[in-house]
């Protein structure tokens, strides 16, 4: 019979090219000598990946953190190494019958995993009373607007702010609040937006307007130490990202409490509940601490 392979089988054979064999990676490869062969020739045949030749370096992480931009590198690959009878070689060299020929594929590069902790500072420095209220002075960190603990994995293009919680406007920054319409004082002196923030300060926030009747700068620390304590009915924690006021009682708060302050229902499921407990997985039996940050939502099944 007269086929496509026949023809050229005697093509070969009229032109006496001589066929040979090499070995790829412990694989018989059989070549014919119709010009003199190459290593890239038998990884061909031999039906190697060539992308695993050439890795690819790991993939690059562009962030920004308070509207600076952040640029962390993926490391570079592994290039692939070959030999030829144990000799080091290139795609290029020739080879010969019975050669044997070795390829430990490329690996590519990983790409950076970088965590809020990696970043900046996460030290907690004790706590203040701001109108009497009770606050840490740990930062807190919010990544396209939703607050995070410092263990979230930073992804590509993310929006982060911190708050330091290192002046009196970060305090305002927390808490949303027109500094241009208030007026600060700690203990007792009147303040700025740049004055710094130590353990134990207590900061009163007036109306501007209202400073002119009465200021608390000739107030003793002591009295105004009192008067804080006094207010101090609440703790705050962050529940679906936004900062909730809980009243003070007796026992310890659950988690089970929380879902008073959100829109979920139990009783009527749209899919799996989520409970994370500053960012991890929560019961509904857990504790319930100031500044702690809560999540509870539905997660639909994807499939």
Known sequence: LITPFGIGYSVVL????????VTVNDKKIRLYGIREMKVLDAILMSGFDTKKLIGLSGKSQRFTVNSIQH????????????????????????????????IIPAK??????VRISDI?????????????????????????????????????????????MKKISDLYKLYKIDEK???????????NMDSELYDGFIIDMMNAAETE??????????S????????????????????????KKDDNYIFADMLNYTNIDPSKPEGDIVLLHNGREASYLNLISEGDIITIKWGFDQS
């Open 181 to 191: 319409l208030h007026k600060s004082f700690i203990n007792g002196a009147e303040a």
């Open 14 to 21: 009229n032109k006496n090219y001589d066929f040979f064999s």
């Open 213 to 222: 009747k009465e200021s608390p700068v000739n107030a003793s620390i002591e």
């Open 224 to 247: 105004t130490k009192e008067n804080a304590e006094a207010k101090i009915e609440c703790i705050v924690v962050t529940i679906n990202g936004n900062s909730v006021m809980l009243p």
């Open 120 to 164: 900046t500072d996460t030290d907690d420095r004790g706590f203040v009373y701001f109108n009497g209220m009770k606050t840490s002075l740990r930062p807190r960190y919010f990544v396209n607007k939703n607050q995070v603990n410092e263990d979230y994995v930073i992804c590509g293009s993310d929006s982060i702010e911190i708050i330091h």
């Open 108 to 113: 590519n590069g990983n790409s950076p995993t």
């Open 71 to 102: 640029y962390y590198a993926g490391e570079f690959s592994t290039p692939s190494k070959i030999s030829v009878n144990s000799k080091p070689a290139s795609i290029e060299d020739i080879i010969r019958p019975g050669d044997i020929i070795e």
